[in-house]
């Protein structure tokens, strides 16, 4: 297996689980995982489950993060949770611009941008989502899109801060559909992905940032996609919501 970077696999569970749901989860996945430090693992429950989850992987190899949050710090922003919000329950990473976002809710490079930056002055690392729609791939606009995405949702991000975050590519076809790119389809748009921040930052800088895949990644395919030189682990939907299933890629992965 690869790597001068360290794999890391997230589950995001989306918009599922009550926090007893949550609690019996993430304590099956404890024991699933435990003492496994070869992969960084990331949690993203619903906001509601943030506060009772964190105490739960305390003291333990699983890391916290949260799926979404607003580019402003406090204020009159109704509905909305701030990075302050989420530092409050040892949230270390956060999700944005996730496909879902951005076509359900409209949001936009700029916006991602200014998200990223917001959770990059908190100390929180952001994990950066971008990817094709199934026309945009059958058009040959896969790299023009993903060239589009990069730019703008990492607008305004130093070398060092650029360091610190992460990328998952989604193609949006795959998201929740079973259809998996091929292991070539995601080293070449990886590939594609960190050329590109060596002409936007630097080479050094390329080499450094772990790329995530993300859409319908299983136990079963999990290995031969992480087994790929720009491969650095998995944005996992829905077979996070299962401990034996997630614990399963994680340790495919390895």
Not at 102 to 112: F, G, N, S
Not at 233 to 247: I, Y
Request: with cysteine; aromatic share 6%.
């Amino acid at each position: 297996m690869n790597k001068e970077r360290k794999l890391i696999v997230a589950g995001n569970w989306k918009m599922n689980k009550t926090v007893a749901e949550a609690l019996d989860l993430v304590r099956d996945l404890r024991i699933e995982l435990s003492n496994l430090k070869e992969v960084d693992i990331v949690l993203c429950p619903p906001f509601t489950a943030l506060c009772e989850v964190s105490k739960v992987v305390l003291d333990s190899t699983i890391r916290l993060g949260a799926q979404n949050m607003c580019e402003n710090n406090y204020g009159a922003f109704t509905g909305e949770i701030c990075a302050g919000m989420l530092k409050e329950f040892s949230v270390r990473y956060v999700i944005l611009g996730h496909s879902e976002r951005r076509q359900i809710y409209k949001e936009t490079d700029a916006m991602v941008s200014k998200k990223a930056q917001a959770a990059i002055a908190a100390s929180l690392k952001p994990i950066v989502c971008v990817g094709e729609t199934l026309a945009e791939r059958e058009g040959n606009q896969t790299e023009k899109v993903l060239e589009t995405q990069v730019r703008g949702s990492l607008a305004g991000l130093t070398k060092d801060q650029m360091a610190e975050t992460i990328i998952a590519y989604e193609p949006v076809w795959a998201i929740g559909t079973g259809k998996t790119a091929t292991t070539q389809q995601a080293q070449d748009a990886h590939a594609f992905i960190r050329g590109l921040l060596g002409k936007m930052f630097d080479e050094t800088v390329a080499r450094r940032v772990r790329i995530q895949y993300g859409g319908s990644v299983k136990p079963s395919n999990a290995r031969e996609l992480m087994s790929q030189p720009d491969v650095d682990g998995a944005l996992v939907g829905g077979a996070s919501l299962e401990a034996r299933s997630f614990a399963d890629i994680i340790k495919n992965s390895i």
